[in-house]
């Protein structure tokens, strides 16, 4: 999967999450908890939706990584 | 039509889902009712056949106002007979408990397995937080497909919170908080603690587990809440015109939060008889519904205490507003890195600051700061929960 590819997946899983969340106007660099008002059962959804969607595992001690785009597309290019 | 607050006056009738001559059981969704909270799915607390609809759909009628007759139980469904306070409270508080929760779930899925729906589009749905019984179906006699879970999951993007109407629910905040602060006389209570224990506790358990398997610190503290007021029983039910009730069952209500404004405490019912694991799934289960606008009538007519959490990204400490008619909340900061005293030394620790809301007509500051002792016991002593 290219990074591209990633992103585009990364911001469908947010928006089946948060519908009324504005992920096209969300910088890769912003922090998507502040930005899009995301708390930690958002974030613990979008770990499940990502996983199952990659087929991967991300370890609860690397939900960290997800909160910026630039950060979960680096995080899961090394892990798919 | 079931006053599912104690402000709420009329609702309108949106949808029927059970029709003359359908078999009903406790427990099974029957209709769904438009009020100032947003779309809630109406139960039915008897079991029996549906005689006669007495309200046509889109018809908007007070609370009280029969809605339909049910044979064999010699009740109208939804009546509420009783005032509005009474009929906010459909709980069987003094029901027989311990069946209560496998009960429960049974009559949920009783509710849902009429659904007609194929296995991958019932996946898919889970999957994406919809119900599906709330998605027209074009598959082999009207059984809801994946291509129509996909296609409701489009439209649930362009039209959010179909269910909420966000004016509406503002003035059912400010009708139910302004009764609170005019006639609850609150009293408050503040403890901070060292939460070490508590957050080892979910790593060790979360480290190992898939991610739907996990906890988050949230579910800790409800429970810790609901087995601390099982022994507290003045801040865990109702205040009514002749006096306090205590409930039996402990419903703990769970203030969730709405983006963009707007805020709900629906219960999750029998709180202290979920293990950890159960409580994350209905947690999170609720939490979806209620931000999509699709919670019933019971989980929001029947919290006997609530917990309001500031998560991850909040501020230290607050202090919460009693829903009426209960008589205690019970609030709990963001955990914060501070120095702490730790075996006569200053360590950095994450400290968590939970705070009370005590209605003073039926309970006092002596036994709340007890009250919050018992949770910071709990907390650090995970292995009770």
Known sequence: MTREELRAAIIEEIGNIAPEADTARTGDDADLREAL???????FNLVIALSKRLGVDIPDADAGRLVTLRGAVDYLARLT | MPSLGADMEAGTLVEWL???GDQVRRGDIV??????????????FEDGTVEELLVAEGQKVPVGTPLARIAGVGVDVGAGAAPPQAAALPVPAAAPAPAATPVKAAEVSTGKKRVRASPAARRLAAERGIDVGFIQGSGPGGATVRADV????????????????????????????ARSKRE??????SHSFDATAARAAIEKFNAGQPPEGRLLLGALLVKATALAVHDFPEFNGFFEPD???PSEAI???IAIAIRGGGLAAPAI??????????????MRDLVGRVRRGGFRSSEIADPTVTVSSLGERGVEALLPVIYPPQVAIIGFGTPLERPWVVDSAVAPRPVLTVTLAGDHRVSDGHRGALLLRRIEELLNDPERL
């Open chain 1, 37 to 43: 008002d995301l708390d930690s059962m958002d974030i």
């Open chain 2, 18 to 20: 059970k029709w003359p």
């Open chain 2, 31 to 44: 209709a769904v009712v438009e009020t100032e909270k947003g779309a809630i799915e109406v139960e039915i």
């Open chain 2, 150 to 177: 996909e296609r409701a999951s489009r439209q649930a993007r362009e039209k959010p919170r179909a269910g909420i109407d966000l004016s509406q629910m503002r003035r059912a905040i400010a009708a139910a908080m």
């Open chain 2, 184 to 189: 609850i006389p609150h009293y408050y209570l």
């Open chain 2, 243 to 245: 006096g306090f009730r």
């Open chain 2, 251 to 253: 419903h703990v209500g």
């Open chain 2, 269 to 282: 019912h029998d709180t202290d008889r979920l293990s950890l694991p159960e409580l994350m799934v209905r």
